[in-house]
């Protein structure tokens, strides 16, 4: 069949997680009738191995009790009544393994190749399913065509086991109407398990056959448009430009918290244009110095201006701050490395801020962050 067409092309790509979830929500999963009748049939006929004899036994009492009747119990109004309960109440416990058996198939079996779903929107009208053309389509088109198919292949299978299994226990069939009561039950339920067991073996076939059909078939029908795809990528995660206006408004905010935290810092070290990296060392609660902001270029220059406003020394150390930017996060301690250039930075504030004269000193930024810094530039 030519593959359905719609606004945006062909239905070629795989139907994504969220299309099957909303098609399992209207009600349609995949379903095989063929499996669902092998599974009932293999479970009667399980059924009756096991409990065969207690059923037999059982509806032989009934049977039994129901041709036994006293004479007084006719002249009684009541009996009758009392009588017809209790035969029910014992035809029901004759039958009632199967009858629960065969319950539970026919709630279990059909979740087994698609899941438990249960929707109201199955179950309302569509007027497209009055019309006759879409009606011929279903007939004459290879949905049709397969359901004709797996009907001839199951009256040819189940009819042509169901002669032979006849064919062979013919005369056990005919030895039944001269066995006693009991025996003739007996072997009633054993051929009926035998009968059972060879006509699941037909439909097995079958339901081999039609459960990948059915998952392919379900597949089919889902299938979606490139434009559907790109459509509900859309809707799921957001139109491009709305995502990027949201991480411009995410960035912003971020930055407005980083440069908060700049009056708390103890030095700003510069590059003295480009780089801008805020510092703090509490000796009480920190085991290293944190930095608290770092920035390029525009976000540098504002960091300095805020360092001025809220007196936060400033110290130009190119390498440095270099350093210092490409190897610490925000609101993380500095590496190691460079412990011994950031203590000599920190000492001279302190001592200035001590009205202590002190020669600035040259902070010694270890080579192997040189060349990190020099590799990161040039990427």
Same mark, same amino acid.
């Given at each position: 069949?030519?593959?359905?067409?719609?606004?945006?092309?062909?239905?070629?790509?795989?139907?994504?997680?969220?299309?099957?979830?909303?098609?399992?929500?209207?009600?349609?999963?995949?379903? +095989?009738?063929?499996?669902?009748?092998?599974?009932?049939?293999?479970?009667?006929?399980?059924?009756?191995?096991?409990?065969?004899?207690?059923?037999?036994?059982?509806?032989?009492?009934?049977?039994?009790?129901?041709?036994?009747?006293?004479?007084?119990?006719?002249?009684?109004?009541?009996?009758?009544?009392?009588?017809?309960?209790?035969?029910?109440?014992?035809?029901?416990?004759?039958?009632?393994?199967?009858?629960?058996?065969?319950?539970?198939?026919?709630?279990?079996?059909?979740?087994?190749?698609?899941?438990?779903?249960?929707?109201?929107?199955?179950?309302?009208?569509?007027?497209?399913?009055?019309?006759?053309?879409?009606?011929?389509?279903?007939?004459?088109?290879?949905?049709?065509?397969?359901?004709?198919?797996?009907?001839?292949?199951?009256?040819?299978?189940?009819?042509?086991?169901?002669?032979?299994?006849?064919?062979?226990?013919?005369?056990?069939?005919?030895?039944?109407?001269?066995?006693?009561?009991?025996?003739?039950?007996?072997?009633?339920?054993?051929?009926?398990?035998?009968?059972?067991?060879?006509?699941?073996?037909?439909?097995?076939?079958?339901?081999?056959?039609?459960?990948?059909?059915?998952?392919?078939?379900?597949?089919?029908?889902?299938?979606?448009?490139?434009?559907?795809?790109?459509?509900?990528?859309?809707?799921?995660?957001?139109?491009?430009?709305?995502? +990027?206006?949201?991480?411009?408004?995410?960035?912003?905010?971020?930055?407005?918290?980083?440069?908060?935290?700049?009056?708390?810092?103890?030095?700003?070290?510069?590059?003295?244009?480009?780089?801008?990296?805020?510092?703090?060392?509490?000796?009480?609660?920190?085991?290293?110095?944190?930095?608290?902001?770092?920035?390029?270029?525009?976000?540098?220059?504002?960091?300095?201006?805020?360092?001025?406003?809220?007196?936060?020394?400033?110290?130009?150390?190119?390498?440095?701050?270099?350093?210092?930017?490409?190897?610490?996060?925000?609101?993380?301690?500095?590496?190691?490395?460079?412990?011994?250039?950031?203590?000599?930075?920190?000492?001279?504030?302190?001592?200035?801020?001590?009205?202590?004269?002190?020669?600035?000193?040259?902070?010694?930024?270890?080579?192997?962050?040189?060349?990190?810094?020099?590799?990161?530039?040039?990427?």
């Amino acid at each position: 069949m030519a593959e359905e067409k719609s606004g945006g092309g062909e239905r070629t790509e795989a139907p994504t997680a969220k299309r099957r979830q909303e098609a399992k929500q209207q009600g349609q999963v995949p379903r +095989s009738r063929e499996l669902t009748t092998l599974l009932a049939m293999l479970a009667a006929a399980a059924c009756l191995l096991i409990f065969g004899s207690h059923m037999a036994d059982s509806l032989l009492d009934v049977l039994r009790r129901g041709l036994h009747v006293q004479r007084s119990t006719i002249f009684d109004p009541q009996a009758p009544i009392r009588f017809l309960r209790e035969l029910i109440g014992k035809g029901l416990w004759a039958v009632g393994p199967l009858a629960l058996v065969m319950l539970t198939v026919a709630l279990v079996a059909p979740v087994v190749l698609g899941g438990w779903t249960f929707s109201t929107k199955a179950l309302a009208p569509k007027l497209a399913r009055l019309n006759p053309l879409k009606g011929l389509q279903r007939i004459f088109g290879v949905h049709g065509l397969i359901e004709l198919g797996k009907g001839l292949a199951k009256v040819v299978l189940v009819g042509a086991l169901g002669s032979y299994m006849l064919w062979q226990t013919l005369g056990d069939f005919q030895a039944l109407a001269t066995e006693p009561l009991r025996s003739a039950l007996h072997d009633s339920a054993r051929l009926l398990i035998n009968t059972f067991f060879l006509l699941a073996a037909a439909l097995g076939l079958i339901a081999l056959a039609d459960v990948p059909f059915q998952l392919w078939d379900h597949t089919r029908k889902l299938r979606m448009t490139k434009q559907e795809i790109e459509d509900e990528l859309k809707q799921t995660e957001g139109k491009p430009e709305v995502k +990027s206006r949201i991480r411009a408004l995410q960035q912003q905010a971020a930055q407005g918290r980083m440069l908060e935290q700049v009056a708390k810092a103890d030095v700003v070290v510069t590059n003295p244009t480009h780089f801008a990296v805020a510092l703090r060392y509490d000796p009480l609660h920190m085991r290293a110095p944190k930095l608290m902001a770092k920035g390029t270029d525009l976000i540098a220059q504002r960091i300095r201006e805020l360092a001025q406003d809220n007196d936060v020394p400033l110290f130009e150390a190119p390498q440095l701050a270099r350093a210092l930017h490409y190897t610490t996060e925000l609101d993380r301690e500095i590496p190691a490395g460079l412990y011994l250039a950031v203590a000599q930075v920190l000492a001279y504030i302190y001592q200035l801020r001590g009205h202590h004269r002190a020669a600035r000193p040259e902070p010694a930024v270890p080579e192997e962050f040189l060349n990190y810094v020099h590799a990161r530039r040039r990427r």
